[in-house]
């Protein structure tokens, strides 16, 4: 796996914070997201497609492989593409699988760059993640929002597994 682009990251799973909170986070920007899973082929690696932006600024299209490789830890291989191959891209989408739309807002707290993801089927919990440089560099969270959990590594908190399921496990 030498080579591959690894990406660690921390996950918590929180109560969904008032837009207004967020909004008050330094350099707070929301970005609408929509996340498609492609059915899998001979690499073994999960597929999806992404379109990220907003009316104003525009759309980004991207293709997405992950492979998981340990503790919060993936090799990620993303490629931006143009609006015509995420089209063809998504009629290869997973029928069993959901799209998945949700709005995230980018912003910093104590030096460190969070993401925290608002997802339209949930009125009540959200998702807080973060790079790091590795999986055991410290966090620090913002004290206020209300972190329910440390979610890093728990398969059913994946988008993957929300494509899937529609909701968060129980």
């Given amino acids: 796996m030498s080579g591959q682009p690894l990406e660690s990251e921390r996950k918590y799973l929180i109560e969904k914070p008032d837009a207004s909170l967020i909004a008050g986070f330094e350099k707070a920007d929301p970005t609408e997201i929509t996340q498609t899973y492609l059915r899998f082929d001979d690499s073994g690696m999960m597929r999806r497609v992404r379109k990220r932006g907003s009316e104003t600024r525009g759309w980004q299209y991207t293709y997405t492989r992950k492979k998981t490789v340990g503790f919060g830890e993936r090799i990620e291989i993303e ?70 959990a440390d979610v890093t590594g728990k398969p059913g908190y994946s988008n993957f597994a929300l494509s899937k399921h529609g909701n968060f496990p129980r």
Avoid: G, N
């Fill in 79 to 148: 490629d931006e593409i143009p609006e015509a191959r995420y089209q063809e891209l998504l009629q290869e989408a997973e029928p069993s699988m959901q799209t998945v739309h949700k709005t995230r807002w980018c912003f910093l707290y104590e030096q460190q760059l969070f993401e925290l993801d608002v997802y339209a089927f949930s009125e009540v919990l959200a998702t807080l993640e973060i790079e790091l440089p590795s999986i055991d560099t410290p966090v620090v969270l913002p004290p206020q929002l209300h972190v329910i």
